[in-house]
């Protein structure tokens, strides 16, 4: 075990030693994506008390847990993986059905988001047990709290786009038209082609991250169009696992739409319904708008 983790070890099994940890039941549990630090106390705990580890890959799970301090015999190790997924969930049942406790985690991050696990959780669930989530790292979440979206119109996961040119193509013209935020997901070897595939979006935002939390982590935001030059720029900006954040498109609003709508609604609405409501209407900004109804109700 690193000594680094001795201490997180013990405050673990301090913080979450009294929480009930059902028998019979499957742990998802969150892994880092790059700092081993991110590691939260409740997992460390649960991956010490489980049965069992399934996971994406049992060498590389074996390394997190021996950094840990929590290393396992093999026969303790499940490979649960893209490949053999349906199959390897009637392994875990069956331990499940002895009244074992079971983890599973994917190679980094939190299972089943462009992850093996989805499959896994599904056949566990119609077999009649419990499965217990313990939140964590996720390169998705990271990227969109630093990427400056508001979230005032949500976000959609697209994870990652299809390898073949055309494909690829055909789902960038989608993307086109979807005026919410989306996050993508690419690796290191595809990131060029990416890159080009997205350039035709033009002057709409992109926010790459680069190594998350890992030690040369880059967050960069530019223009679509500008991503290509951006990444040859310098060899390093193209190693490493990729997050990227399509921010949501400029919604065209006419001039003092947003403003006619409010002077209709206000007289008959509270005036945060009002700014609410005028929002979603004219796809104006809720803060501008807010500001404009305030001028109303004071003028």
Known sequence: MSASFAKAL?????????????????????????NLADISLRALHVLARVDAVACEDTRHTQQLLRAYGLERPGAQLLA???HNEAQAAQTVIARLAQG??????SDAGT??????????????RQAGYRVLP?????????????SGMTGEHGFVFAGFLPSKPGERQQAVQALAQESRAVVLLEAPHRIEALAQALSVLGERQITLGRELTKQ????????????????????????GEFVLVLHDAPVAASEGEGLRVLQLLLPELPLKTAVKLAAEITGESKNALYDKALALKNG
């Open 100 to 105: 074992e406790r079971v983890a599973y985690v």
């Open 80 to 82: 649960v993986h893209q």
């Open 111 to 124: 299972p089943a988001i462009s992850d093996p696990g989805a499959r896994l959780v599904a056949a566990v």
């Open 10 to 34: 013990e405050a673990a099994h301090d913080a979450a030693g009294s929480q009930n940890n059902p028998a019979s039941t499957l742990y998802v549990v969150a892994t880092p994506i790059g």
């Open 134 to 146: 313990l939140p964590g790292a996720s390169s998705v979440t990271t990227a969109l709290s630093a």
């Open 216 to 239: 040369f982590e880059q967050i960069e935001t530019l223009a679509a169009h500008a991503l290509p030059a951006w990444l040859a720029e310098k060899p390093d900006r193209q190693r």
